[in-house]
């Protein structure tokens, strides 16, 4: 065994940790959704463009002007996940709100088939009927509120937006360093974000310091630690093991919400959450399959 690879799943662990702190954190900040979104996608940006400023220049002097489009479409796509998706935490419980954007796989696997003509395997089929018995499971939960069902679609929402900001990206991404990439896309999602923050009125100034300091360890430690973490591992472990890692996240944050927020989830949580991760788990080994 190599020597390496305990501390590796270590920080797999950690990384998994910070990702799964983003929702709790969130509702800690206690702003409108719209701000949130803005300041923390504003936030994510400027830390990661700054490094790419100083030591990654040469891949953005790189860019072309066919990947201006998808780049644009991209940053579009992951802005309207964030505005959904913490949306939905103002609405439903973080529970429904993380089980329900974790079925990203699920439409990955829905727009290839309508949008590239690749045909889903039987696998594949199997993890979407899994996927969509368990958000009709979650649909049941009313602990969230009179709203919840809003806020679940708006999960929904956020899952497919991702879904999209994934596959519009993998044919740029090909092409760019990871850095390059990721500055660019961020600073336009950044960019929509403050526009439909400004657009509806939602305050980005004369918040509570407490909401600032939220926001902005939702940009350090889920976008900067964390991502960075997943990424990091990717080198040292298995693809595959990422990939089911990252499927505890919904767990860690469900756990996180009980002692932090005080929020306990409907007994209609576990059978439907088995039936998400199930359906993820299902879509990421139909995925692996076809990828060998």
Known sequence: MDAALPRSVLWLAVGVAAVSASAV?????????????ALRMVLGAALIALPTLIWQRAGLRALRRADLRPLAGS????????????SSLSLTSVANAVFLVTTTPVFVALGEAVFLRQRPSRLMWGAVALSMAGGGGLALDATGGEGHLAGDALAL?????????????????ARMGVMAYSTVVNSVAALALLALALAAGSPLVRLEPASYLWIGLVALVPQVIGHSLLNWSLAHVSATTVTLAVRAEPVVSTLLAVPVLGEFPGWVLAPGAVLILAGAVVAARAEGRRAV
């Open 25 to 37: 954190f969130i509702r800690l900040a206690d702003a409108p959704p719209l701000s949130v979104a």
């Open 75 to 86: 940053g579009l796509l992951l802005a309207a996940h964030f505005a959904a998706f913490i």
């Open 157 to 173: 929402v956020g899952a497919a937006t991702v879904s999209g900001y994934l596959l519009v990206g993998r044919r740029v991404r």
